[in-house]
């Protein structure tokens, strides 16, 4: 427990791990309420009552990969191959996670449901 507690310890792992779940989870629940909610005609069953965010998501993707690039840089580095790729392929990591946190939290709370 330790370990993981000095892992996350490091400005730099928090910008490259934390900050990217963090944003896509936001991100994806605040543009909930900002796009236009889509059509559900080629969904049946039970689940055509649920949206499952995914327009949201690939919105928030983007968003989450500027914002962890932009605070990369702030932060600084040894040379821009590092200052660019390194925080992308960490947040391209981070993104599922953050995403089904959103979807949880948006079933839980009731946001998800069209009915």
Do not use: C
Not at 30 to 59: F, K
Not at 83 to 105: C, D, E, N, Q, R
Request: no cysteine; charged share 15%; glycine share 6%.
């Amino acid at each position: 427990m330790e370990l993981i507690f000095k892992f996350f310890a490091s400005t730099e792992y928090q910008i490259l791990f934390i900050l990217p779940f963090v944003v896509m989870t936001l991100a994806t629940l605040a543009l909930r309420s900002v796009l236009p909610t889509a059509g559900n005609s080629n969904q049946t069953g039970r689940m055509a009552a649920y949206d499952d965010l995914h327009r949201e998501a690939y919105i928030a993707a983007i968003i989450s990969a500027v914002v962890t690039v932009i605070a990369f840089e702030i932060r600084g580095g040894p040379e821009p191959f590092v200052l660019v790729w390194k925080p992308l392929l960490s947040t391209v990591m981070i993104l599922p996670f953050g995403y089904a946190v959103a979807l949880f939290i948006g079933g839980v709370s009731g946001m998800t449901r069209r009915a």
